[in-house]
């Protein structure tokens, strides 16, 4: 980033009820190119890890996998030593690493989304780490792209194995 960059508040979401699924609407715009999301203190209803994925979407709908419309690359690393790397045709799986809902166990994320608005493909990056009862620390590096010329206009972070009990979800533009 260069040093005049600034970010800019665009949307907080505090997680307060059980859910699996949050969506963030009506955030990317013509204004910025650019975007970061900070994910902090998110939890879930069970005691073992489990994923959070990403998806798009238009203003109407949320854009499914289907048709290979997305695509992935993620490497992880814990401090057990076991390393590995997956990469897949789906919805943004692993975006935000895992979370873990063992007490006193926390996760830091942070990822960018590139050129939502415009009628290219959006790229997203993300890095993450997390503590947890098998694991000390466990990160995880992901990157990936819608592979569809639409414009997307906000994004939504699910978990398909289980519920996130609390959280906040940050949503900045990126100035120049």
Do not use: W
Not at 2 to 23: A, E, H, K, P, Y
Not at 73 to 92: E, V
Not at 112 to 135: D, K, L, R
Not at 139 to 158: D, E, F, P, W
């Amino acid at each position: 980033m260069i040093g005049s960059d600034r970010l800019v508040l665009l949307n907080r979401t505090d997680i307060t009820t059980s859910t699996n699924q949050v969506s963030v609407t009506n955030v990317f715009n013509a204004e910025y190119d650019h975007y970061k999301i900070v994910v902090a203190n998110l939890t879930s209803v069970d005691t073992s890890a489990s994923q959070v994925s990403l998806r798009f979407h238009d203003g109407s709908s949320t854009i499914t996998a289907s048709d290979y419309h997305y695509c992935r690359f993620r490497q992880y690393n814990n401090q057990a030593a076991d390393t590995g790397h997956s990469a897949a045709s789906s919805i943004i799986q692993f975006f935000f690493g895992e979370i873990d809902g063992n007490t006193g166990f926390n996760t830091a994320n942070v990822g960018y989304i590139f050129n939502p608005f415009q009628t290219g493909y959006t790229f997203a990056t993300s890095e993450s780490v997390m503590s947890a009862s098998s694991h000390t620390a466990k990160g995880h590096l992901v990157a990936g792209m819608l592979r569809q010329t639409i414009s997307v206009t906000g994004y939504t972070l699910n978990n398909p194995d289980r519920n996130y009990d609390e959280g906040t979800i940050l949503t900045y533009g990126i100035a120049n």
